[in-house]
């Protein structure tokens, strides 16, 4: 039996994304083990037929000597695993995940790129100097002759150097999502246009610029509320502090806290709103809202314009623009036929464009057929 590792820095966030392609993984006969630091989700990942294995690593750590000692770890269990292929998900885990399989000497490796993160979304010199540095590293020494990477939009290939149509390559659909679980429903009464964001309350994801963004909308007179599901990421620098959430609850904006219930969120809500300023993968909230028929509101910035196309499934602006967004606000507000179909569009582009998992698992399990092919 072939054996297929991922390795991940959280189980929740393998829980939240990845159940389906280790679901598919031990669909194909492989023997899958999943390398992650445990807190709530061993039980969840067991159920899909994987293999829990822990690694206590802290994910926002940059200090090269605990990447090196994790990578280290990381060695030593692959090679009890005996893996065949390490697929290796966002980039720290690529870092200390393709280290670890050179000095295990595992040549099948899957680098998955969910976003380049902050050195994505920055443009100055050390932003540059950090997509070249990664460049260099994912192509030189953590590449072997059966590295493929996957990405989730064709900006962050070009970023690293990669062209999107190489053999090498696989673009897929986020992670994928079930349309049948994430149903259309009818759009609720309006006035007024309900918005809401559903994500990690972080500072990178722009909700302090959609908060500004509403109040000057209901400025000009729309009638528009928004809504904020998440909660603080506590272990990222970008988290948003509580007081600070809370503070903004005001003036039609109002903060819920975590929900589970994301159908439910988009059954009271029109549209669905992501302003993020960059290093975006491609964002599952806004497949789930385009799932259940909500128009979205979000930046031209890569992951984000991948699955939006202004003024079919929604609007783009400006990254950190909140006059833009008001402006695209005012315009919802007061046309929601025109929200009603870029709704019915974001759901069909989710359908017939490649975002349903069934999509993404079949280009994943291709990728790992090819792997395996003598």
Request: proline share 6%; glycine share 10%.
């Amino acid at each position: 039996m072939k054996r297929l590792v991922f390795v991940v820095t959280e189980d929740w966030f393998f829980a939240s994304h990845f159940l389906p392609m280790a679901r598919a993984a031990v669909a194909m006969g492989l023997s899958v083990a999943v390398v992650t630091r445990v807190r709530a989700h061993r039980a969840v990942i067991e159920a899909t037929g994987a293999r829990v294995v822990e690694l206590e690593a802290e994910r926002s750590s940059l200090n090269p000597m605990a990447a090196g000692y994790a990578a280290g770890q990381l060695a030593a269990i692959l090679k009890g695993l005996k893996a065949d292929i390490v697929h290796c998900i966002a980039l720290r885990s690529i870092l200390v995940g393709g280290t670890a399989a050179a000095m295990a000497g595992i040549s099948g490796r899957v680098y998955a790129l969910t976003g380049l993160g902050l050195m994505g979304a920055r443009a100055d010199v050390a932003g540059r100097m950090g997509r070249l540095a990664l460049r260099q590293l994912i192509r030189g020494p953590l590449a072997s002759k059966q590295t493929r990477f996957l990405f989730e939009n064709p900006d962050d290939a070009i970023a690293l150097g990669l062209d999107p149509a190489d053999t090498a390559v696989t673009i897929v659909g986020g992670a994928g999502i079930d349309p049948a679980l994430l149903a259309q429903t009818p759009q609720p009464p309006s006035p007024p246009l309900r918005v809401a964001i559903v994500a990690r309350m972080l500072w990178s994801k722009g909700i302090d610029t959609a908060v500004e963004a509403i109040r000057l909308a209901r400025a000009e007179g729309a009638a528009v509320e928004l809504s904020l599901y998440g909660a603080p990421d506590a272990s990222n620098r970008r988290a948003i502090p509580e007081e600070t959430l809370r503070s903004w609850s005001r003036d039609g904006v109002t903060w819920h806290g975590p929900t589970r219930d994301v159908t439910g969120v988009w059954a009271k809500h029109h549209v669905g709103c992501l302003p993020s300023r960059g290093g975006e993968g491609l964002p599952r909230t806004l497949l789930e809202a385009a799932s259940c028929g909500r128009a979205l509101l979000t930046t031209d910035v890569p992951g984000c314009r991948t699955l939006v196309r202004n003024g079919i499934e929604g609007m783009l602006v400006p990254p950190d623009d909140a006059r833009s967004l008001a402006a695209a606000l005012v315009r919802l507000a007061a046309d929601p036929l025109l929200v009603a179909r870029m709704g019915k569009a974001a759901r069909r582009r989710v359908v017939e464009g490649g975002f349903t998992e069934d999509a993404v698992m079949r280009a994943v399990s291709g990728l790992y057929a090819d792997l395996l092919r003598p």
